[in-house]
């Protein structure tokens, strides 16, 4: 639910006109304010794992500070819904590469898993039009996945011993300043004026969605975590129809429910392969 809050809140943010930089490097700003103030409180490591101390940093000022702009430029151009249904591809890119470097195995279920992700993918698109999605905005949505599959590759083979909310707080750290960095230099930076409110919420959703996340990752694991995490595009979808009197068509609807059960699938195939009942 948190970062389906988020994503309403950027929906939003672009709508009244603020840019990339201007909006994530509040957002993950704030969020890395209060993730470091959780370690702290917590008595968790504040400083990553040795040899890996800056990791972390890098990950998040280059990975997750271009794949959030990428997502930022979707929402720019279409709905808080299309944009985050759309994302969710990024699972089955994922697994696309695992395939291809071998660390997957291919089986029956991970085959109809793709297929469903690749056909709820195409029917979005095909369906989209201008008043969902632009053709721009489709192209960054699926950038946005692109990045994020590649992120998620690189970050768990360069940060393993780092504890997890650790790892969260400095990569948010990473992306506020990158971004922070690009906004000065592009002279895209602006005052949040009367929007201040909007980007506190987005920034305190974006920490404690962090903060859930990598608890639930302790508590269930990744592929249980990442079922779950399905529900951040429902919410994503109720949301923008609640509060942004967005919708989905019944095409796009369809589409979206064939990629987040493909992303299910590519869960419980993992789980499978790992030996743990799905």
Request: hydrophobic share 55%.
């Amino acid at each position: 639910m948190a970062y389906g809050i988020t994503i309403v809140c950027n929906r939003e943010l672009a709508l009244r006109g603020f840019g990339p930089s201007a909006t994530l490097a509040v957002r993950f700003g704030l969020a890395a304010v209060v993730a470091f103030a959780v370690l702290v409180v917590a008595r968790r490591p504040v400083l990553p794992a040795p040899g890996e101390r800056w990791r972390p940093l890098l990950l998040g000022a280059v990975g997750y500070a271009v794949e959030s702009a990428l997502f930022y430029s979707a929402l720019q151009r279409g709905t808080a819904a299309a944009v985050a249904l759309l994302f969710y591809a990024y699972p089955a890119i994922v697994a696309v590469f695992e395939l291809a470097l071998r660390t997957l195995r291919p089986s029956p279920r991970l085959f109809v898993a793709l297929t469903l992700s690749a056909t709820g993918t195409v029917l979005i698109v095909a369906s989209g039009g201008d008043v969902a999605i632009s053709a721009t905005g489709i192209a960054f949505a699926l950038s946005a996945a692109l990045s994020f599959s590649l992120y998620l590759l690189v970050s768990s083979r360069a940060v393993r011993r780092t504890d997890s909310l650790t790892n969260g707080a400095w990569v948010a750290l990473g992306a506020a300043l990158s971004l922070t960095t690009h906004g000065v230099a592009t002279g895209a930076l602006r005052s949040p004026a009367s929007s201040w409110w909007v980007m506190v919420i987005n920034g305190v959703a974006t920490a404690a969605a962090f903060c859930l996340l990598f608890a639930a990752l302790k508590r269930m694991g990744a592929s249980q975590t990442a079922i779950v995490m399905t529900m951040e595009a429902f919410s994503a979808v109720v949301l923008g129809a609640i509060l942004l009197d967005e919708r989905l068509g019944p095409w796009q609807a369809a589409g979206g429910m064939l990629i987040l059960g493909a992303t299910v699938l590519i869960s419980v195939a993992r789980r499978v392969e790992e030996g743990t009942p799905p």
